[in-house]
C-alpha cells in the first residue's frame, strides 16, 4: 500500500497563494509505474505548469520533464494517486471555494493527459480539507474530505474507474476535530486504507478508525499517546515493508531528528524509534515514498528556495540511511508545491 503523507504550507516557504493552509495527499507518486515513487511539483499560480523527475532507484532523472501546462491553477489543491487503477499515478485538483469542483489528469506514463476531466462536481467546499485513498480496497484510489472543527465528518467519493461517484457519502460523524491534523494509510493491512488524527500539541495522541469497506469504524481508538507533539511534523509510510503502513514524524528546526513507531495493525509500538538524526533541517519540506522501489518507504526532504536541492535517506527496515544523499539538485523552486511532501 501505497504511503499517505500531509501536507502543510508554513514555514517551509509559503505557496503562491500566500494563506497557511492543510493539505492531505496520498504520496503514491509512482507516475511511470515502475515500481519506484517519483516526484513532481505544481507551480500553481498562472502558469499552473506540473512537472515530473522519475526515479532511477538512485536518483531522480536530471532534467525534470512538464507533464501538463495548465493544472491546478491559482491556490487550488493539487493531490495524487492511482485513480482509474492501471499502476500509474495521476493528478487531481480541488478548486473548493463555492464551485468545489474535483478535475482528473491521467498518466500516460511520460505525461498527464493534455486536457483535464471534471470527476466531481461538488466535494471539499469551502475551506475542507481533501484527501486520497484506497477506501474500498478495489485498486482504485478514492477521495475522501475533512470538514474538521466543531462537526468533524468524513466524507468519501469511491472511484469508478473514470469519475468519483456523484453522491459523497458520510463514512465517519467525528473525527480529526477542531484543528487536529488527519492523515490516510493502510494501517492493519487490509488492503483499505483507514484514517488516523494527529492530535499534536501538548497531548501528542494519534487516534485510528479503520475501513470496513464502506465506512469507517464507528469509535475510533487510540494507537498511541506521545507521538508528534507540539509543531512536529507527522506523516505515514510503511517503513519495514511488513504490509501495515507506520507512522513518522519529523522535529525539523535545530535538531531534524526523524521517529517512527511501527503498526502491529492493532496500534503503534508505544516506544518510538530514532530512525535519523539529521534530515530536514530548519524549515525544509520533508516527505514520503518508496523511491528505490524495494517495498520500503523511504524519506524524502525538499530546501526549495533558491537552492532547490532534493534529498534522500532509504530505508533499511530499521532505520533510514545515516548519510542522506542528493537525489537532484534543481527541483520544486521557491514556493512551488512538491510532491509528495510535509509542507
Given at each position: 500500500?501505497?504511503?499517505?503523507?500531509?501536507?502543510?504550507?508554513?514555514?517551509?516557504?509559503?505557496?503562491?497563494?500566500?494563506?497557511?493552509e492543510?493539505?492531505?495527499?496520498?504520496?503514491?507518486?509512482?507516475?511511470?509505474?515502475?515500481?519506484?515513487?517519483?516526484?513532481?511539483?505544481?507551480?500553481?499560480?498562472?502558469?499552473?505548469?506540473?512537472?515530473?523527475?522519475?526515479?532511477?532507484?538512485?536518483?531522480?532523472?536530471?532534467?525534470?520533464?512538464?507533464?501538463?501546462?495548465?493544472?491546478?491553477?491559482?491556490?487550488e489543491?493539487?493531490l495524487?494517486?492511482?485513480?482509474?487503477?492501471?499502476?500509474?499515478?495521476?493528478?487531481?485538483?480541488?478548486?473548493r471555494?463555492?464551485?468545489?469542483?474535483?478535475?482528473?489528469a491521467?498518466?500516460?506514463?511520460?505525461?498527464?493527459?493534455?486536457?483535464s476531466?471534471?470527476?466531481?462536481?461538488?466535494?471539499?467546499?469551502?475551506?475542507?480539507?481533501?484527501?486520497?485513498?484506497?477506501?474500498?480496497?478495489?485498486?482504485?484510489?478514492?477521495?475522501?474530505?475533512?470538514?474538521?472543527?466543531?462537526a468533524?465528518?468524513?466524507?468519501?467519493?469511491l472511484?469508478?474507474?473514470?469519475?468519483?461517484?456523484?453522491?459523497?457519502?458520510?463514512?465517519?460523524?467525528?473525527?480529526?476535530?477542531?484543528?487536529?491534523i488527519?492523515?490516510i494509510?493502510?494501517?492493519?493491512?487490509?488492503?483499505?486504507?483507514?484514517?488516523?488524527?494527529?492530535?499534536?500539541?501538548?497531548?501528542?495522541?494519534?487516534?485510528?478508525?479503520?475501513?470496513?469497506?464502506?465506512?469507517?469504524?464507528?469509535?475510533?481508538?487510540?494507537?498511541?499517546?506521545?507521538?508528534?507533539?507540539?509543531?512536529?511534523?507527522?506523516?505515514?509510510?510503511?517503513?519495514?515493508?511488513?504490509?501495515?503502513?507506520d507512522?513518522?514524524?519529523?522535529?525539523?528546526?535545530?535538531t531534524?531528528?526523524?521517529y517512527?513507531?511501527?503498526?502491529d495493525?492493532?496500534?503503534?509500538?508505544?516506544?518510538?524509534?530514532?530512525?535519523?538524526?539529521?534530515?530536514?533541517?530548519?524549515?525544509?519540506?520533508?516527505?514520503?515514498?518508496?523511491f528505490?522501489?524495494?517495498?520500503k518507504?523511504?524519506?524524502?526532504?525538499?530546501?526549495?528556495?533558491?537552492?532547490?536541492?532534493?534529498?534522500?535517506?532509504?530505508?533499511?527496515?530499521?532505520?533510514?540511511?545515516?548519510?542522506?544523499?542528493?537525489?537532484?539538485?534543481?527541483?520544486?523552486?521557491e514556493?512551488?508545491?512538491?510532491?509528495?511532501?510535509?509542507?
Amino acid at each position: 500500500m501505497k504511503d499517505h503523507n500531509l501536507y502543510r504550507f508554513d514555514s517551509g516557504g509559503p505557496p503562491p497563494s500566500g494563506p497557511a493552509e492543510l493539505i492531505i495527499s496520498s504520496g503514491n507518486t509512482d507516475f511511470t509505474g515502475d515500481g519506484k515513487e517519483d516526484i513532481a511539483t505544481f507551480t500553481r499560480g498562472s502558469t499552473a505548469d506540473a512537472y515530473v523527475a522519475a526515479s532511477t532507484g538512485s536518483g531522480f532523472s536530471g532534467t525534470s520533464q512538464k507533464w501538463h501546462d495548465w493544472f491546478a491553477a491559482g491556490s487550488e489543491i493539487p493531490l495524487t494517486g492511482d485513480f482509474n487503477g492501471d499502476g500509474k499515478a495521476d493528478v487531481a485538483t480541488f478548486t473548493r471555494g463555492t464551485t468545489a469542483d474535483v478535475f482528473v489528469a491521467l498518466s500516460t506514463g511520460s505525461g498527464f493527459s493534455g486536457t483535464s476531466v471534471k470527476w466531481h462536481d461538488w466535494f471539499a467546499m469551502g475551506s475542507e480539507i481533501p484527501a486520497v485513498g484506497d477506501f474500498n480496497g478495489d485498486n482504485k484510489d478514492d477521495i475522501a474530505v475533512f470538514t474538521r472543527g466543531d462537526a468533524a465528518d468524513v466524507y468519501v467519493a469511491l472511484s469508478t474507474g473514470s469519475s468519483f461517484s456523484g453522491t459523497s457519502l458520510k463514512w465517519h460523524d467525528f473525527f480529526a476535530a477542531g484543528a487536529e491534523i488527519p492523515a490516510i494509510g493502510d494501517f492493519n493491512g487490509d488492503g483499505k486504507d483507514d484514517i488516523a488524527t494527529f492530535t499534536r500539541g501538548a497531548t501528542a495522541d494519534v487516534y485510528v478508525a479503520l475501513s470496513t469497506g464502506s465506512s469507517f469504524s464507528g469509535t475510533s481508538l487510540k494507537w498511541h499517546d506521545w507521538f508528534a507533539a507540539s509543531s512536529e511534523i507527522p506523516a505515514i509510510g510503511d517503513f519495514n515493508g511488513d504490509g501495515k503502513d507506520d507512522i513518522v514524524t519529523f522535529t525539523r528546526g535545530d535538531t531534524a531528528d526523524v521517529y517512527v513507531a511501527l503498526s502491529d495493525g492493532g496500534k503503534f509500538t508505544g516506544t518510538t524509534v530514532k530512525w535519523h538524526d539529521w534530515f530536514a533541517m530548519g524549515g525544509e519540506v520533508p516527505g514520503v515514498g518508496d523511491f528505490n522501489g524495494d517495498g520500503k518507504d523511504d524519506i524524502i526532504t525538499f530546501t526549495r528556495g533558491p537552492a532547490a536541492d532534493v534529498y534522500v535517506a532509504t530505508s533499511t527496515g530499521s532505520g533510514f540511511t545515516g548519510t542522506s544523499q542528493k537525489w537532484h539538485d534543481w527541483f520544486a523552486y521557491e514556493g512551488e508545491i512538491p510532491a509528495p511532501a510535509v509542507l
